[in-house]
């Protein structure tokens, strides 16, 4: 069965750090590209970040570049989302989700993404 796992979510202060992880079941990554997504109330579901496992290739939204790193860990079996310097705006839960690389265009729309975990809450409060 597919299944992904996400936790690492918590409380943090502005300007702080988390590690999320996304740890998959069920199926090896290779072949697809795994995405971050969040999701605050009264807020429509927005890509953070993806990354395409066979080469590593990754793509951020805006907002989050240069703070986010995504990454993965074959041996594991786990992406994870780094999240440096973390704002207020960043609260939200977020979910990772898989889609085949033939359908990873547009790798930031939640569209093509079939397969979702449970989702992990992050929230940015002083």
């Known amino acids: 069965q597919v299944q992904f796992v996400e936790s690492g979510g918590g409380l943090v202060q502005p300007g702080g750090s988390l590690r999320l992880s996304c740890a998959a079941s069920g199926f090896t990554l290779d072949g697809y590209v795994i995405g971050w997504f969040r999701q605050a109330p009264g807020k429509e579901r927005e890509g953070v970040s993806c990354?395409?496992?066979?080469?590593?290739?990754?793509v951020y939204e805006d907002s989050v570049k240069g703070r986010f790193t995504i990454s993965r860990d074959y041996a594991k079996n786990t992406v994870y989302l780094q999240m440096n310097s973390l704002k207020p705006e960043d609260t939200a839960t977020y979910y990772c989700?898989?889609?085949?690389?033939?359908?990873?265009?547009?790798?930031?729309?939640?569209?093509?993404?079939?397969?979702w975990g449970q989702g992990t809450q992050v929230t940015v409060s002083s």
């Open positions: 989700a898989r889609t085949p690389e033939y359908r990873s265009a547009n790798c930031l729309q939640p569209t093509p993404y079939t397969q």
């Open positions: 990354i395409r496992i066979t080469n590593s290739r990754t």
